[in-house]
């Protein structure tokens, strides 16, 4: 049975990957989940795909809670297995789906966490260690790394998305950037003119500093001449915060949070905002309509005289 089952998940994530596009972050959590619930099926002795019952299922979920999963976790792994069987479905390996009448608790709305702007800016002009500062390679690496802080926080890119970007798609004469999202979604965002001034001035000696003779089409370079990854960034963010004496927890999701939430605070259009993040729902993006309004509520608890 296991190797059934095994096989028709990689089936459909070989269909995710192919005829969705969906990025390898997204591939790897649907392959997680549905590992679970092949392992959770072998020990409960079902023999084949056609031979899962809603009560397999309720059971899995239930195995999942008393694991500890919280209900947003356990809401992702039986999103994986109703795409999974709507995929069977279609390709008839089975005639219907046991997830049909699964329902998990309302979740509460988690409001993104962001920064404030003057956080935002300590994180940009964090200074550089002494010994840095007086070498060409840590200036170098110093004009990089604030200009992809800058960047993130102009555009609202996802940190797969800026460290995947190529020098051809930026157009900084024009002010705008085009970048391929999730499913393989191509988008033009607006590039401001505090980031455009710091990727110029990225862009000169410093990355001809870093690539030091070498050829790469990527935009944000190592001083090995490789692009930049999701996990280096997360790191040299963490050493800017550090540096700059900001206490609250920064993360790139969080500087794209900051894009949204101001732009939202300042009177943005939310379908603009929707545009520009590459959210395929507009209610994906309404949740920053909720964090307007809190800030609105704070703002009155703070100087209402009956706040």
């Known amino acids: 049975m296991a190797a059934a089952v095994d096989r028709c998940i990689d089936q459909f994530l070989a269909h995710l990957a192919t005829e969705r596009g969906l990025s390898p972050n997204t591939l790897t959590a649907y392959g997680h989940d549905l590992a679970r619930l092949a392992d959770h099926l072998e020990r409960q002795r079902v023999t084949g795909v056609t031979a899962i019952r809603p009560s397999h299922l309720t059971g899995f979920l239930d195995a999942l809670a008393r694991r500890g999963l919280s209900a947003r976790s356990r809401a992702r792994a039986l999103a994986a297995a109703r795409m999974f069987f709507a995929y069977l479905l279609r390709e008839r390996m089975v005639t219907a789906s046991p997830t049909q009448d699964l329902h998990l608790p309302r979740l509460g709305q988690r409001l993104p966490r962001s920064i404030n702007r003057n956080e935002v800016q300590q994180l940009i002009d964090a200074p550089l260690p002494d010994a840095a500062a007086k070498r060409k390679r840590g200036i170098a690496i110093e004009a990089r790394d604030a200009a992809m802080v800058e960047l993130v926080y102009a555009t ?152």
């Open 156 to 307: 609202g890119l996802r940190v797969s998305e800026v460290v995947s970007l190529k020098v051809n798609q930026i157009n900084l004469e024009a002010g705008y950037l085009t970048v391929i999202g999730k499913g393989r979604k191509q988008r033009v965002v607006p590039v401001g003119q505090y980031a455009r001034a710091r990727l110029q001035a990225y862009l000169g000696d410093p990355r001809r500093d870093l690539l030091r003779g070498r050829a790469s089409s990527a935009l944000f370079v190592t001083a090995r001449a490789r692009p930049m990854t999701r996990q280096s960034f997360g790191v040299l963010l963490r050493k800017r915060r550090l540096r700059a004496g900001v206490k609250t927890k920064a993360s790139p999701h969080t500087l794209r949070h900051a894009f949204a939430t101001h732009l939202v605070e300042g009177g943005a259009d939310l379908r603009a905002v929707q545009m520009m993040l590459g959210h395929a729902d507009i209610a994906t993006t309404q949740i920053y309509t909720h964090v307007a309004r809190e800030r609105l509520r704070e703002v009155h608890r703070k100087f209402h005289p009956r706040g």
